[in-house]
């Protein structure tokens, strides 16, 4: 099941939520500020324990790493990468596709039935409204046919998001 929530993501209560992170995870502006100020220091040190696979690189553009949420509602903080839109032509779809699925596949595997993700790079990253929303809707449809149980929540935090979500699922 899929679901449109307008709001801030740090105050639901799902399994997981999703945080637009960036390489290093130790926090950034936007939903990672949001979340890493209402989680505490404890998420910024879980972080921190997240080893490194190249110098500043915990979690590479599309991958996803998972921490708890500490004191947050939700249980578990699922860190992604989104790509930087440079126009389009650098691969940025299918690396915001796979910030999607690889996200979808650890809530998966860490029992975490109800998962919401915000509009990951639609922020500073610049990538354009709709055809990450295209995407995300894409992915969790695909996700989903393969885990019936589970619940996708799209965590819009402005009406314009969730207008272009709410078509986008009819
Ligand atoms: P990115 O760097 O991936 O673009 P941003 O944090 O700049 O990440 O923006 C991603 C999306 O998160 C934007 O749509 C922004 O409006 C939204 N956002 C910012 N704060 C929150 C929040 N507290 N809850 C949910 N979404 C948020």
Same mark, same amino acid.
């Given at each position: 099941?899929?679901?449109?929530?307008?709001?801030?993501?740090?105050?639901?209560?799902?399994?997981?939520?999703?945080?637009?992170?960036?390489?290093a995870?130790?926090?950034?502006?936007?939903?990672?500020?949001?979340?890493?100020?209402?989680?505490?220091? %404890?998420?910024?040190?879980?972080?921190l /324990?997240? *080893?490194?696979?190249?110098? #500043? =690189?915990?979690?590479?553009?599309? !991958? &996803?790493?998972?921490?708890?949420?500490?004191?947050?509602?939700?249980g578990?903080?699922?860190?992604?990468?989104?790509?930087?839109w440079r126009?389009?032509?650098?691969?940025?779809?299918?690396?915001?596709?796979?910030?999607?699925?690889?996200?979808?596949?650890?809530a998966? %595997?860490?029992?975490?039935?109800?998962? /919401?993700? *915000?509009?990951?790079?639609? #922020? =500073?990253?610049?990538?354009?409204? !709709? &055809?990450?929303?295209e995407?995300?809707?894409?992915?969790?449809?695909?996700?989903?046919?393969?885990?019936?149980?589970?619940e996708?929540?799209?965590?819009?935090?402005?009406?314009?998001?969730a207008?272009v979500y709410?078509?986008l699922?009819?």
């Open positions: 099941m899929m679901r449109i929530v307008q709001g801030d993501i740090t105050e639901l209560a799902v399994d997981a939520i999703v945080n637009a992170a960036n390489e995870m130790l926090g950034g502006g936007g939903v990672d500020g949001a979340i890493h100020r209402a989680a505490g220091r %404890e998420l910024f040190e879980a972080c /324990a997240v *080893p490194e696979v190249r110098p #500043g =690189v915990r979690c590479p553009t599309g !991958e &996803a790493r998972i921490t708890p949420g500490f004191r947050l509602p939700a578990r903080v699922i860190h992604t990468v989104g790509p930087v126009g389009g032509g650098r691969g940025e779809a299918e690396r915001l596709a796979a910030c999607y699925r690889n996200s979808l596949a650890l998966a %595997e860490n029992g975490c039935r109800s998962v /919401a993700f *915000p509009c990951i790079s639609t #922020g =500073v990253y610049g990538y354009p409204a !709709e &055809a990450a929303a995407i995300a809707v894409r992915e969790a449809r695909t996700f989903l046919a393969a885990h019936p149980d589970m996708v929540v799209f965590c819009c935090f402005s009406a314009r998001d207008a709410g078509k699922l009819g």
